[in-house]
């Protein structure tokens, strides 16, 4: 099944059911490294509780996601609440289309562990771009330490086909330190366990600060906007 495909069929069902909009442990957590006011980008915000969350705290979000289903409930709900989020339909494995220094705060729950290496390298050179100097960058990745691996298909050396049928990535805290190493200095990086969906999950907690200039990046237009 692509993937695009199995999360349109899993935020679909949400319609139809009860479902919790109450923010996640993470968000709850990241905000307090966030600057007290700016622009958040939410990458792969799902029904968009944590682009909610951090829109009733006072910031400007654009909420993006590659499902039209998850960015159709949540545009619903946002409305719902009487919340202006910005909504962009956005596939991650593809250059972000924001200008460059467009935004205090990148924050990615869960969303970044579902790509080859050079697309993982992609995604964090891209957010570096899109973040103003000295800006927060804040996600949660997959740890090598989380009980999933022993349920799931070892396909080469971190990644895994997971029960649901997803490859998925698992990262140690040195190879999260690889992947930031000349674009985010390390304000908090540890292996924490978090309600995920159904079921407690180790994860990686990442929050980083902008390196000024760091890692050179393209700057060759996307369709740039903010």
């Known amino acids: 099944m692509e993937t695009k495909d199995f999360w349109d069929g899993w935020w679909k069902k949400y319609e139809q059911e009860d479902w919790d909009d109450n923010p996640s442990l993470f968000a709850q957590f990241a905000i307090s490294y966030f600057p007290k006011?700016?622009?958040?980008?939410?990458?792969?915000a799902?029904?968009?509780?944590?682009?909610?969350?951090f829109a009733h705290q006072g910031y400007k979000v654009t909420s993006s996601d590659f499902s039209d289903s998850a960015l159709e409930i949540s545009k619903w709900e946002a409305n719902a609440q009487k919340l202006l989020i910005d909504f962009q339909n956005i596939d991650i494995r593809h250059p972000l289309p924001f200008k460059n220094e467009a935004f205090n705060v990148v924050y990615a729950h869960a969303v970044l562990h579902y790509f080859s290496?050079?697309?993982?390298?992609?995604?964090?050179?891209?957010?570096?771009?899109?973040?103003?100097?000295?800006?927060?960058?804040?996600?949660?990745?997959?740890?090598?330490?989380d009980p999933e691996v022993l349920k799931s298909l070892k396909l080469h050396e971190?990644?895994?086909?997971?029960?649901?049928?997803?490859?998925?990535?698992?990262?140690?805290?040195?190879?999260?330190?690889?992947e930031v190493n000349g674009l985010f200095n390390p304000t908090v990086m540890d292996a924490s366990e978090q309600m995920h969906e159904t079921e407690n999950a180790t994860?990686?907690?990442?929050?980083?600060?902008?390196?000024?200039?760091g890692i050179a990046y393209h700057t060759e237009s996307t369709s740039q906007h903010t």
């Open 37 to 44: 006011e700016g622009i958040i980008l939410e990458l792969g």
């Open 46 to 53: 799902g029904l968009g509780k944590d682009s909610r969350y």
């Open 117 to 145: 290496h050079t697309i993982t390298d992609q995604i964090f050179r891209e957010i570096h771009r899109v973040l103003k100097d000295g800006g927060i960058f804040a996600t949660l990745l997959k740890s090598k330490e």
């Open 158 to 178: 971190n990644f895994y086909q997971t029960p649901q049928g997803l490859v998925e990535r698992f990262f140690s805290l040195d190879e999260i330190q690889n």
């Open 203 to 213: 994860f990686i907690r990442f929050i980083g600060l902008k390196i000024k200039g």
